[in-house]
């Protein structure tokens, strides 16, 4: 079994920071991505950040572009989400995802193509 775990969710103020961390443990799996989506009441699953594990390449939704930063730590298989200049709609639970299988510039932006998940972590931000 592969476990995600993730950390750093919260209350925040219109303008503040939060980071979120996102743990994978278990058994080793090939990892050819990790990322964070989002879903917020009433709305469909939100394609947020994702990074490829050996490259460190980048990718970002378009909402978030410019403020949001996703980042890893291969030794302690940890993903990072650095989120500043948050909004009132960023409020949303933010999910952790990985991948067994090779992401393409299209794949990446669906939910479905991530086989693990961690049980999410609530971020609200006040306006």
């Known amino acids: 079994q592969v476990q995600l775990v993730e950390s750093g969710g919260g209350l925040v103020q219109a303008g503040g920071s939060l980071r979120l961390s996102c743990a994978a443990s278990g058994r080793t799996f090939s990892n050819y991505g990790m990322g964070w989506f989002r879903q917020a009441p009433g709305k469909e699953r939100e394609f947020v950040a994702v990074?490829?594990?050996?490259?460190?390449?980048?990718y970002y939704g378009n909402s978030v572009k410019g403020r949001f930063t996703i980042s890893r730590d291969n030794a302690k298989n940890t993903v990072y989400l650095q989120m500043n200049s948050l909004k009132a709609e960023d409020t949303a639970v933010y999910y952790c995802?990985?991948?067994?299988?090779?992401?393409?510039?299209?794949?990446?932006?669906?939910?479905?193509?991530?086989?693990?998940w961690g049980q999410g972590t609530q971020v609200t931000v006040s306006s």
């Open positions: 990074i490829r594990w050996n490259s460190g390449n980048a």
């Open positions: 995802a990985a991948s067994d299988t090779y992401l393409t510039l299209t794949t990446m932006l669906r939910a479905s193509e991530y086989k693990y």
